[in-house]
């Protein structure tokens, strides 16, 4: 092991000790805005992995899935808690979930009008749904963001 100053780069240890310290607070300040925005929103957002399984979703969405968030994680896309439906009612085809447009293209997703038809419910949820790819690596999605609103009224 070398000594000190090579370890640090040359830098003072003080120094060093004062940047990651400044950088905990920038990260704690990101952590707050980031969970003041994901409560806020009044809209549904569900983050899929690139197995389609939901890794994180928050209060609306889970409201709108008539879900809690410890059973709506794990949960994909083809879920039998759910069935999506066209705005003709018949069913969505399975590759015309959000999801896994984003998946197949790596693209996003605009504007898409989809029925959510829950299990435990009659009614059908009619929402306006978007969808993000986010890039692990130039070769693959690695998680699928998706933010929708309920526009059944």
């Known amino acids: 092991m070398g000594d000190l100053k090579s370890v640090t780069h040359g830098l003072p240890v003080e ?13 704690s300040n990101v952590d707050a805005v980031q969970h003041a925005f994901w409560t806020m929103l009044r809209m549904g957002i569900v983050i899929h992995d690139r197995n389609t399984a939901i890794v994180a979703s928050n209060a609306v969405a889970q409201e709108l899935l008539g879900l809690t968030e410890d059973v709506l994680s794990g949960k994909t896309a083809t879920d ?7 705005d003709d009612g018949s069913d969505l085809p399975v590759p015309e979930y959000p999801v896994n447009i984003v998946l197949r293209t790596g693209k996003p997703l605009e504007n898409y009008l989809v ?10 949820i009619w929402a306006l749904v978007n969808a993000a790819p ?20």
Do not use: Q
């Open 15 to 27: 120094r060093l000790a004062a940047e990651l310290s400044s950088c905990r607070n920038a990260l």
């Open 80 to 86: 039998a808690a759910w069935r999506f439906v066209r």
């Open 115 to 124: 029925g959510v038809v829950r299990n435990d419910a009659d009614d059908i």
């Open 134 to 153: 986010v890039v692990a690596s130039e070769s693959h999605v690695g998680k699928v963001v998706v933010p929708f609103v309920d526009i059944s009224a």
